[in-house]
């Protein structure tokens, strides 16, 4: 699974990056080096643009909450549960589908944290768990396959007030290559940018075509290295956690 992340670049940054045509950010995110679900991200998609509905879509820079909660919820809770989303089940699952056909995204990331279980106990004799951090050997960004939704709160009678529509979104995994495997089995799916603009099209609903843009980052295109436990609280935050840790000083 992808349960954390590092998201550093600037709005700015990944709008350049992304060739975004629309940015629909009100407030910029602060660099966050701990993304844990429910935090807000920001995520690529492809929607008319604002000032014409019924234009083409055209590639937009928005935040959302992760955690995607289905447009048919009752309660925008089971979005904690819905980090993640399975490439082998999420064209058919009630959760997903919808999503999956014509609402996908781009969730840009500079890494993400998987925990390796070492020989070492904890007091209650469970393994103690190593962080990783696994990003892309040229600095580059991942361009993770994400989905996104728009849940509407009932609670709140007038659709203009703030927060009337929640805009939620999920990280699609796959098996994880043979390297990465051994921290864990899990990984998130890649699209690399020559796929962007058919991944991110939402007239596009051919299941298979669609599977086909997904891909595990090519083997060898990605480091994993040890860092600081202190990611494992989500209070902690800084560009520190994902420094590398001398092998010496990691529980492996």
Not at 112 to 130: I, L, M, N
Not at 175 to 204: F, S
Not at 225 to 234: A, D, G, Y
């Amino acid at each position: 699974m992808c349960g954390r992340y590092a998201s550093s670049k600037s709005s700015d940054d990944l709008i350049e990056e992304f060739e975004v045509e629309e940015s629909r950010v009100a407030e910029p995110l602060a660099p966050d080096y701990n993304v844990a679900p429910t935090k807000e991200v920001y995520a690529v998609m492809a929607r008319p643009p604002s000032s014409d509905k019924s234009a083409p879509p055209q590639r937009q820079l928005r935040v959302l909450r992760w955690g995607l909660v289905p447009s048919w919820a009752k309660d925008a809770a089971i979005g904690n549960k819905m980090i993640n989303a399975r490439m082998e089940t999420v064209a058919e699952k009630p959760s997903f589908r919808r999503a999956f056909a014509s609402r996908r995204c781009l969730l840009p990331a500079d890494g993400y944290f998987e925990w390796y279980p070492t020989s070492a106990k904890t007091k209650a004799g469970k393994p103690v768990k190593q962080p990783f951090f696994i990003r892309p050997k040229d600095g580059g960004s991942l361009a993770m396959a994400g989905l996104y939704e728009i849940w509407r709160d009932k609670s709140i009678e007038d659709e203009d007030e703030p927060g009337a529509f929640r805009w939620t979104c999920t990280v699609l995994t796959t098996d994880a290559e043979d390297d990465l495997g051994k921290i864990h089995d899990r990984m998130p799916l890649m699209v690399p940018p020559e796929r962007w603009q058919r991944w991110l099209d939402p007239t596009k609903a051919e299941k298979d075509d669609l599977l086909a843009l997904l891909e595990p980052a090519a083997p060898g295109r990605l480091e994993a290295f040890p860092v600081s436990k202190l990611v494992s609280n989500v209070r902690n935050n800084g560009p520190e956690l994902v420094e590398p840790l001398p092998l010496e000083e990691a529980d492996l």
